[in-house]
Structures are given as C-alpha cells and as structure tokens.
C-alpha cells in the first residue's frame, strides 16, 4: 500500500485539520511506557501508530518513559523496552525523554496550583478518600483539608517530600469538583507519598506525580501535540485538560485515545505477562511462546511483519479482538518472501541407496530461494546414506498412491533437488522397529524426469547422513487453548495449553546451517519457518509457524 492509499483514520483527520487551521506547524507525538514490563504485540501498535503520525506528518516521535511508580519499575525493562522499540525500526527524536526529568518542574507546578487555591494537602487516608468520594451515582464530599490556607500546604508538601511524613498519612490533591459526574475530577491525587528510592533520582524525591499530574505536564514540556493514547484513558481527559487549562504550560498538547489491540488466544497485559514469566509458566519475558515483542523476536517473527500486521488495522474508536490468524498471515507472507530454503529432517529414518558408490559423492547447487536470485545458491551434498523423515516412509505396500504421496516398499520418490529413488527392504532392530531402508537411487534422474515406466509418488525432503549437523527442534503451539483466555470467572493461568512447546532432539539438518545465525530465517522445507534460538545453547531452531495455518 502506498502512503496514498494508507485509509485516513480519526486521528490523522484532527491533524489535517490543526494543519490547515495552523493550530500545528510540526506535529510532535510520543510513545510513553512505564518501564514495569516488557513490551507486547499491543504496544507494538501503539508505537506504530505514534511513530507513523509523526513519520507521516513530517513530524518526530519522542520515546519517553513514564518513570513515575518506582515501586514497579527497573532498567531490565527500560534497556529492554530501548532494543524493542529500534529492532522494530523506529528512530525517536532526540535523547530518550524520561517522566524523571520533569520531577524539579512537576513539583514547581504544584506549588503554583496550591497557591492558586487549585491544589491542597489533604490528610484522608486511602480508606477515607474512598468513602469522601462518592460513587457513580453519589456524589462525593468535600475533604475537610480542602479549604486550608496555601502557606500550610506548602508547607507540608515540602515535609512530604523530603520524607518527613509517613506513607500513607498525606496526599497532594487537586482542587476540582467533588460534584463530578467524572470520578476522575473529584479533587484527585496529584502527588502520593512513597519513601523509595527511583531507579534514576535516587533518593531525591519521598513523593511521586500520579499519572494523571505528570502525563499532559510532560507532553507539553515536550512540546507534543497529540497525545496518543488508548481508550481507558478517556475518562482522564477532562483532567488531562484540566491541568492544560490551569497551569502556565510552555505548549498546550491535546490527548486522543484510541482502541487497544487485543489478540485472541493471548493476553496482551504487562501485568499477566508479568505473572506467567514470575510464575515460571514460561522461561522469561523472551519465551517464544510470550506475545512480548522480545519473545515475537526469539520466535522468528520479522519487525517488517509486525509493522505491516499493526498498520493493517483500524485506528479505531472501539477496542477489539483480532484473530491471531491475521497476524500470522503477516508472518508468513513475509517469511515466504524471504527466508531462505532449506532442509532439515525432524524424526530421521537412514536411507542406504545400495547401487550408490561408498567412496562416491556429490553437490547439488540449489537455489537459495525460489524465487529470489538475491539470496544466492547454496550446496546440498549427496552420498550412499541419507536420512529422510520417518513420517516420509510407510510399510504398509497397500495405501494408494493418492493417498500416500510418500515412500512404500516397491516405489519411488523424488529427493527435492536431488535423485529419484525406489524403496527395497526394510532394516529392524531385536525390537522391531524399523531403523533403516535399503534401496537404490535411479540413475540420470537429477534435475530430470524419470524414464518411462517409473513414477515418483512425491517429493520428499531430505539431508546427506555424512554431512549433516545435528540439532533440536522446537515447536510452539498457542500459550492458551481457549480464545479470550482473560474473560470469565476462572483465572487465566487456568487455560494454559500445556502442549504449547515441544521439544525434538536429534534432528539433521544441511551441513550449511550448522553455523547460521540468530538474524537468519530459513524455510525448513515441508515443515515450516525456522531461526536460530539466540538463547540456547547448541544448534537449536525455534518453529516460527508453519507453512500453512492448519491450527484446529
Ligand atoms: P498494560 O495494560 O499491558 O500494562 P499499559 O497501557 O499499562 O499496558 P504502558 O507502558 O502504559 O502500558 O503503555 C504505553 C503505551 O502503549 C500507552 O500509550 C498505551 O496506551 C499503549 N498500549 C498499551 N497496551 C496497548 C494495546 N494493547 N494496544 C494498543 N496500545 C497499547
Ligand atoms: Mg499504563
């Protein structure tokens, strides 16, 4: 699609429109994560979305760490984040913004609200800021620290910050409307005391800015002008605009929300990620299984997939649920464009092909991809032993041609790339389970057709016995077995598929792969699409996805 057919969507309309009315000369957008998790397939969208704007506009995109909630926070998730969001391939202006950077100005804008009469101490606690504040269909009631002068809350807001006042006992609370249809008016929380040391301000600070005081503050520090986010966070608009109104901001940014993607047969909540990777229900953040942006990565998934997948959905008002189905479609279109061919046989049967000579051997050159002279040619060797897949053989003589297009005692196949061969006899062992197949290459038929009176069954894939490396294999299933794994009564963990990896060891795969490396995605011919796991150790392929979606 090119950038004239990309469907205009809600967002970009109010940019055309500031654009032409002149409200904006240079859009400014910003991706802003709180550095508590790693990012998932959700945020992928989020960066799509706040980066394109940017990209699309001729504007720039801020990267910015929402580094409020020290309790939850660590720079495991921040480089994390950092790597995800350039493998991805996004560039972000300037230096990484952080919420921490803010904190001196935050602090000056609190004291100029509090002496505006717009801002005061307020020594409820969580218990009593619940009842005071009413419900849905309540009102709620003024606090009896509303009214104080601003010289006594400014002066507790500097012994709360400097960690003279225990957790809990105070909080900084904006003076709004207790009358409020919007819970979120009624005189919410600016600053909450927590006597903790922040990953990057030390132990400057004893009270930290709530989301609400700190996100519009620092997009207009930023000088962004639409601020991005999604739909939960209608509700704090008004708030957001609010502060915009009430405070002397360098830019006045404005907020638009959009729905979140959610995937079925996943969940996409940092919080959830955070508990299967604590629960050891995967192997870490990176898991392959995990619809973190690391783990997508680890799998094999390309950033072009990911982008093309998040730029084919709607920027729409309304959440929704995305068929994991489409995503995939994505993966392996991509992967089918460019991966390179190659062999590797799962569940190895030996192959002796007793009229080929010992001593004899050669090199088939193949093309590296079938339809892409730029990934080059690669050498497949051929000798007397070749493994070919269990699944590939049959000893039952009677399934018809039609129905099993593989090897039978008595009949031919077609090597990919290499000889026609025919089936003579079967080696066991004292168990009696087959551990050999004794046949015969047919002569001149590489890169031929067959002599009249002989016809290949199939194509079967195969490798050389003597040059061959070994490796594991594995292969993922979905992380759940049921679709909206998060809905309904039961817990989540309870519907993890306990089949979603499996493990194949003594795999053989072409000799050329022994050394490929994490960048590289192969198509392991009939089986599917391949990387190297960057993580284990050895030769071990990670199943991208299968070539075609035959998921029940
Ligand atoms: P989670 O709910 O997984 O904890 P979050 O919204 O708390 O996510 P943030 O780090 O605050 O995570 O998110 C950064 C940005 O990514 C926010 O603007 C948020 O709206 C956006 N985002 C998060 N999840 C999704 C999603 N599923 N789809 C689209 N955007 C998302
Ligand atoms: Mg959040």
Redesign the pocket.
């Given at each position: 699609m090119t950038d004239t057919e990309k469907p205009v969507n809600f967002i970009q309309q109010v940019i055309n429109a500031d654009l032409e009315a002149g409200h904006v000369t240079k859009v400014i957008t910003r991706f802003p994560?709180?550095p508590n998790g790693y990012l998932h397939i959700g945020h992928a969208k989020s960066i799509c979305v706040n980066f394109g704007l940017a990209e699309d506009n001729g504007g720039v995109c801020n990267l910015r760490f929402?580094d409020t909630n020290p309790d939850k926070e660590d720079d495991e998730y921040v480089n994390a984040i950092i790597e995800d969001v350039r493998w991805l391939g996004f560039h972000w202006h300037g230096d990484i913004c952080y919420a921490s950077n803010y904190f001196d100005q935050l602090y000056i804008w609190a004291q100029y609200l509090i002496n505006e009469e717009k801002a005061y101490v307020c020594e409820l606690d969580a218990e009593q800021m619940r009842e005071y504040r009413g419900t849905l269909t309540e009102v709620g009631q003024n606090s009896p620290y509303r009214d104080r002068p601003p010289s006594e809350s400014l002066a507790l807001l500097e012994q709360m910050r400097v960690g003279s006042v225990d957790e809990g006992a105070m909080t900084l609370r904006a003076k709004i409307d207790m009358a409020s249809p919007n819970i979120n008016m009624r005189d919410p929380v600016m600053y909450r005391i927590k006597n903790m040391a922040h990953q990057r301000t030390g132990d400057a600070w004893n009270i930290y800015p709530s989301?609400d005081f700190a996100h519009g503050q620092e997009d207009a520090i930023e000088g962004v002008t639409h601020s991005v986010c999604t739909l939960e966070f209608a509700a704090n608009r008004p708030l957001y605009e609010w502060f915009v109104a009430n405070l002397p901001l360098p830019s006045q940014p404005r907020q638009y929300e959009f729905g979140r993607l959610n995937l079925n047969y996943t969940v996409t909540s940092?919080r959830k990620l955070k508990q299967l990777v604590d629960e050891n229900h995967v192997e870490g953040w990176n898991d392959p299984r995990m619809p973190t942006i690391s783990g997508l990565r680890r799998r094999g998934v390309t950033a072009s997939s990911i982008r093309e997948f998040c730029d084919s959905l709607a920027v729409a008002k309304t959440d929704g649920v995305v068929d994991m189905a489409q995503f995939e479609h994505f993966i392996r279109d991509d992967l089918n464009n460019n991966a390179r061919r190659a062999m590797c046989v799962l569940r190895p049967l030996l192959v002796t092909l007793a009229n080929y000579d010992a001593g004899k051997s050669e090199a088939f050159v193949v093309a590296g991809h079938p339809n892409r002279d730029d990934l080059g040619e690669r050498t497949l060797p051929f000798g007397r032993q070749i493994y070919i897949d269990r699944n590939d053989f049959s000893e039952d003589t009677t399934l018809s041609r039609k129905k099993f297009k593989r090897l039978v005692i008595g009949d031919y196949v077609r090597l990919r790339s290499a000889y026609i061969i025919r089936a003579d006899e079967i080696i066991r062992n004292d168990a009696g389970d087959i551990i050999e197949v004794v046949g015969a290459v047919v002569p001149d038929t590489v890169g031929r057709d067959a002599p009249e009176g002989i016809k290949a069954r199939g194509v079967v894939h195969w490798v050389s016995a003597s040059d061959s490396a070994d490796c594991t294999v594995q292969l993922y299933d979905r992380l759940f077995s049921v679709a909206a794994p998060d809905a309904g009564e039961s817990s989540f963990l309870e519907h993890i598929n306990p089949q979603s990896l499996t493990v194949i060891s003594g795999c053989k795969v072409e000799a050329g792969l022994a050394n490929a490396v994490t960048e590289d995605h192969y198509q392991f011919e009939r089986e599917g699409y391949f990387i190297r796991d960057s993580v284990s150790q050895g030769l071990v392929f990670n199943c991208t996805i299968g070539l075609r979606d035959n998921w029940k």
């Open positions: 994560p709180e929402d989301y940092k």
